[in-house]
T-cell receptor, first 114, second 114 residues
Framework: DAGVIQSPRHEVTEMGQEVTLRCKPI?????LFWYRQTMMRGLELLIY????????DSGMPEDRFSAKMPNASFSTLKIQPSEPRDSAVYFC????????????FGSGTQLSVL | AQSVTQPDIHITVSEGASLELRCNYS??????LFWYVQSPGQGLQLLLK??????LVQGIKGFEAEFKRSQSSFNLRKPSVHWSDAAEYFC????????????FGAGTRLFVKA
């Protein structure tokens, strides 16, 4: 299996632009998570899905952030408009009930908003 | 509130020396407990996990961790550190009742000197 695939690996954009991060979970996994990692706040859970349905989005910082999972093999995290304080590494992870809460992480997207 | 505390921001050990990374958690009941490792530019990889039973759990790469309920601790250990162990280590908890809402500690950066 290829593991969790995230794209792009790096994104540099200007303040006010729309940013879309993409994730392909491991085939057969029915849970998908979006985390944000910064030096100041560490790893924060933004939102997670089960069977393509958002279960908990309490970690989404504000309305500028939105996430979708149109099917079992694809999810997006969108920031519109982006701000410099959104600069961080965004990780996608997937899991299944059989894995006993073990998370499988992608390599992350390094986002820089100038 | 649920929380995970890793009191050491960074630790430096000599190659071949023993290692112990500390982790304390605050939770309503005994949760699932994890240690993950993150190499530079990579996502997190699971080292080991504890759910129930034997309080000393073995993981990959020669790591082990001991759950101590009375101290709400789950410290990670390795008897002899290798230079390739230099990375960031995260302790994490997830609810025993399921739900997958994994909370991570702030991480401990391990430096290994020759």
């Amino acid at each position: 299996d290829a593991g969790v695939i995230q794209s792009p690996r790096h994104e540099v954009t200007e303040m006010g632009q729309e940013v879309t991060l993409r994730c392909k979970p491991i085939s057969g996994h029915d849970y998908l998570f979006w985390y944000r990692q910064t030096m100041m706040r560490g790893l924060e859970l933004l939102i997670y899905f089960n069977n393509n349905v958002p279960i908990d989005d309490s970690g989404m910082p504000e309305d500028r952030f939105s996430a979708k999972m149109p099917n079992a093999s694809f999810s997006t995290l969108k920031i519109q408009p982006s701000e410099p304080r959104d600069s961080a590494v965004y990780f996608c992870a997937s899991s299944s009930r059989d894995s006993n809460e073990k998370l499988f992480f992608g390599s992350g997207t390094q986002l820089s908003v100038l | 509130a649920q929380s995970v505390t890793q009191p050491d921001i960074h630790i430096t050990v000599s190659e071949g020396a023993s290692l112990e990374l500390r982790c304390n958690y605050s939770y309503g009941a005994t949760p699932y407990l994890f240690w993950y490792v993150q190499s530079p530019g990579q996502g997190l990889q699971l080292l080991l996990k504890y759910f129930s039973g034997d309080t000393l759990v073995q993981g990959i790469k020669g790591f082990e961790a001991e759950f101590k309920r009375s101290q709400s601790s789950f410290n990670l250990r390795k008897p002899s550190v290798h230079w390739s162990d230099a990375a960031e280590y995260f302790c994490a908890v997830a609810p025993y009742t399921g739900g997958f809402k994994t909370i991570f500690g702030a991480g401990t950066r391990l430096f290994v000197k020759a």
